[in-house]
């Protein structure tokens, strides 16, 4: 366990405020220990969404320090400032890393569809000078992104074609995925919607499509759960994201609200107490957080999931397997063993998805069997997650596990252990079955 990463944070004060009284609570406190209160940006800046009260840790507070010495605590702790200074060319990245030539060519040349977008909070977490790193290698291109091969498709799974209105892909009967917005604040190069990003006919995304799209769903009485999903939902602001919310909360059929994102990875201080109070009123709501490697499990990120899980959301992860990044059984182990000790349940582990330029993530298949292999019956079952195929072609999720049924033998099932020992449990319904 990377321990030093885990709960060595100052945690938020327990009580039952209100996201604006407790936030304003936060300011006092920020400004009585804090060394900066004469910025004039930290006086402008006191709405409660732009602070997030826990401590940096030793790492950011080091890269900032270095990195962005005119900016302060508050200003680095303001979600909005780590957007707005999103890295997103080749001069500013390489003034923080050590580009090797093959990434500044790529980002010199870069014409894919995905742009680059790096959060300074999460650039703090990449290594300088190593292109090998795990994490820079999810957000910094290489010349191998212009490499396309066979079988991998601009939208491989056809969710277009199952898009009714401009948002919603309604691909299982009871459930619709409704992508509220193109943007993310740090964009991963394996991302499957990259066809979708920042692109004018989605960013156009307003009131008027959101309101098509939840009329789309209100007339569905068979959509039960919506998924919240783009881009990352995380980047709206509260007052657009409870727009959304109030609106799907009205509608009767619908049961259950779940948010994919990866702001609390990337944008750790986006979780603030205003949007935790917001976010509480509209149970039951779920989160699915896309993590990727351990080094993601930093105290910043470790107080965003707790955060949300103490506001009552069940957190589940969705991890993308990729090649040299997070596809060895040490790492996964390390991952789900950390996600569980910040309240997040590993859910799934998909297989990266064929789009142009991904051959150099993706693994065998195999690989994704051998990690289950090497979790399953190895650490508590909390800590698996399913391995999925998401079909290309549209055909969905499909679950894949090792053998463990290994066949029948005499009316009795064989089966194989975690430690690869046979056992045999008798089958008498398939015998009888049979028998009749
Ligand atoms: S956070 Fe999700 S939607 Fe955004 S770039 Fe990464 S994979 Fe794509």
Request: proline residues 7%; hydrophobic residues 35%; charged residues 20%.
């Amino acid at each position: 366990m990377e321990s030093e990463t885990l709960f060595n944070e100052e945690e938020e004060p327990p009580g039952q405020l209100t996201g604006l009284v407790h936030a304003k609570n936060n300011v006092s406190d920020f400004l009585l220990f804090s060394s900066e209160i004469a910025q004039p940006y930290a006086v402008k800046q006191k709405s409660s969404s732009a602070l997030f009260p826990f401590k940096d840790s030793a790492r950011s507070r080091i890269f900032r320090t270095n990195q962005y010495p005119d900016i302060t605590r508050l200003e680095w702790f303001d979600w909005r400032w780590q957007l707005h200074n999103a890295i997103r060319d080749v001069d500013t990245l390489s003034q923080i890393i050590n580009l090797s030539d093959n990434e500044r060519q790529a980002m010199m040349h870069h014409s894919g569809a995905l742009p680059v977008s790096i959060t300074p909070y999460y650039a703090s977490l990449l290594d300088a000078d190593d292109p090998a790193d795990p994490l820079r290698r999810c957000v910094v291109p290489v010349v191998d992104e212009c490499l396309h091969t066979a079988g991998e498709e601009e939208d491989p799974l056809c969710e277009d074609v199952d898009s009714p209105v401009p948002g919603i892909i309604h691909r299982y009967p009871d459930r619709v995925l409704f992508l509220v917005t193109d943007t993310c604040s740090t964009y991963c190069r394996y991302c499957t919607r990259s066809r979708i990003i920042e692109r004018s006919a989605h960013r156009s995304l307003n009131y008027e499509k959101w309101n098509t799209a939840i009329d789309y769903i209100a007339g569905n009485k068979n959509v039960r759960d919506v998924l919240l999903s783009g881009g990352d939902p995380l980047t709206l602001s509260d007052e657009k994201l409870e727009w959304l919310l109030a609106r799907l909360h009205k509608i009767r059929h619908v049961e259950m609200v779940r948010i994919g994102t990866k702001v609390p990875v990337v944008l750790p201080q986006r979780i603030t107490p205003a949007l935790t109070t917001m976010l509480r009123k509209y149970h039951p709501l779920w989160m699915s957080i896309h993590i990727t490697h351990p080094k993601e499990l930093t105290p910043e990120m470790s107080a965003a999931c707790i955060r949300l899980a103490d506001a009552g959301i069940p957190l589940g992860s969705q991890t993308v397997l990729l090649a040299n990044v997070n596809d060895d059984v040490a790492t996964m182990t390390r991952l789900v063993h950390g996600q569980l000790q910040i309240r997040v349940r590993p859910y799934y582990l998909y297989q990266c998805d064929p789009i142009p330029g991904s051959s150099h993530f993706r693994t065998p298949i195999n690989k994704g069997l051998e990690i289950i292999q090497g979790l399953r019956g190895h650490t508590t079952g909390y800590a698996v997650p399913t391995y999925v195929v998401d079909a290309p072609g549209g055909g969905g999720k499909i679950p894949l596990l090792p053998e463990y049924a290994i066949g029948w033998e005499n009316g009795d099932l064989l089966l194989r252990n975690y430690e690869g020992n046979t056992y045999r449990y008798p089958d008498n319904h398939a015998m009888l079955k049979d028998i009749h």
